[in-house]
């Protein structure tokens, strides 16, 4: 558990600079800042999926999208969000192999959604837990 806490203490220090990189004026610095957030984040995001799984659930997972499948059966999270988060794998794995302007420009146009989507799921793995926590009380 307490390795499960600080993958979760990291991801909610990474999405703080993350929102914060979106909310500043368009520029090619601060779009290019904003995607190495999203990797960044995006990074820790899936790994606390996996610990989490692992931790709690006894769900073994090797890759982003399968962690992000497995969730959809665990936690309160939409077909819709799995296949956004699915997308963001895709989109990680394009930017940082191939980048181009027109890659660059259109990703940063699909962070806000990403950010939103990240949030949500690390809310809902902490509602989990708590409630999990709750339950190993009573």
């Not at 806490?5 to 909610?12: A, G, T, V, Y």
């Not at 990474?14 to 520029?27: D, G, Q």
């Not at 399968?66 to 969000?81: G, T």
């Amino acid at each position: 558990m307490a390795y499960l806490k600080e993958k979760i203490d990291q991801i909610e220090t990474a999405l703080v600079p993350w929102r914060n990189s979106l909310e500043m004026p368009f520029s090619d610095i601060s779009r290019d800042a904003a995607i190495r957030r999203y990797e960044y984040s995006f990074e820790l995001l899936w790994k606390v999926a996996k610990v989490h799984l692992k931790e709690k659930e006894g769900i073994d997972c090797f890759s982003p999208k399968s962690c992000f499948r497995e969730l959809r059966n665990i936690l309160k999270i939409s077909e819709e969000d799995v296949e956004i988060c699915i997308q963001m794998s895709d989109d990680l794995n394009l930017s940082v192999h191939t980048y181009s302007e027109k890659m660059a420009n259109g990703l940063h146009g699909k962070l806000k959604s990403y950010l939103d989507v990240s949030e949500k799921i690390l809310s809902e793995i902490r509602k989990k837990i708590a409630f999990d926590l709750v339950s190993f009380i009573l």
